[in-house]
């Protein structure tokens, strides 16, 4: 199994172009999230989805739209990159939590974004 | 909505014991998880506490007190390769689709 992987590894725009990072996973994960991770801080949530066909906000989502059209993948959109959105971006799966609320997100190696 | 508080680094010697410690305001707690992540890579799982006390893994462990709003990372028998930083993170019973709110990290840099 590949677990999550994300494509491209490494991008450059120019402010404001437009892309989209692509995730894929093979776990059969019901549940897909975007982060993104600025030097020497946390992840902060962008949008997320709790299944096929269903996306929702996160921390924070403005600037980005997402789209979730097959289980195992899940879309991330720039409409117009600013600089502000450099950053690495994961994505990342889980499963439905048990009882214990356990949650455990398998993450993608991340896509270094820089936007001149 | 959520907060989390641990410190920005520690350091210690190879063979040494790290205890990250970790506060957390929410408003409806529901487990507190560990995650590493090596510079240039992704965040790993390490560890979920549920419930009051210590849970142990090989030579981490991690523990909780739910009274408290506190738990703690503790890593044991330092290794080189335990030079990363580690993440806390904390479910809100409101929170849905499994979403985790992170602490800012703590970076373990571990020295010969």
């Known amino acids: 199994n590949a677990g999550v992987t994300q494509t491209p590894k490494f991008r450059v725009l120019k402010t404001g172009q437009s892309m989209t990072l692509l995730c894929a996973q093979d776990?059969?994960?019901?549940?897909m999230y975007w982060y993104r991770q600025d030097p020497g801080m946390g992840l902060r949530l962008i949008h997320y989805?709790?299944?096929?066909?269903?996306?929702a906000k996160g921390e924070v989502p403005d600037g980005y739209n997402v789209s979730r059209l097959k289980k195992q993948n899940f879309l991330l959109g720039l409409e117009s990159a600013a600089p502000s959105q450099t950053s690495v971006y994961f994505c990342?799966?889980?499963?439905?939590?048990?009882?214990?609320?356990?949650?455990?997100?398998?993450f993608g190696p991340g896509t270094r974004l820089t936007v001149t | 909505g959520q907060s989390l508080e641990q410190p920005s680094e520690v350091t210690a010697v190879e063979g040494a014991i790290v205890q990250i410690n970790c506060t957390y305001q929410?408003?409806?707690?529901?487990?507190l998880s560990w995650y590493q992540q090596h510079d240039g890579g992704a965040p790993t799982f390490l560890s979920y506490?549920?419930?009051?006390g210590l849970e142990e893994t090989g030579r981490f462990s991690s523990f909780l007190s739910r009274s408290d709003s506190y738990g703690y990372l503790l890593l044991q028998e330092l290794q080189m390769k335990d030079s990363a930083s580690y993440f806390c993170?904390?479910?809100?019973?409101?929170?849905?689709?499994?979403?985790?709110?992170f602490g800012g990290g703590t970076r373990v840099l571990v020295k010969p």
């Open positions: 990342a799966s889980s499963y439905s939590p048990g009882t214990s609320g356990r949650v455990e997100q398998y």
């Open positions: 776990m059969n994960h019901e549940y």
């Open positions: 989805s709790v299944g096929e066909g269903t996306t």
């Open positions: 929410t408003s409806g707690f529901y487990g």
């Open positions: 506490n549920a419930l009051d």
């Open positions: 993170a904390v479910r809100d019973r409101g929170a849905a689709g499994n979403k985790l709110t």
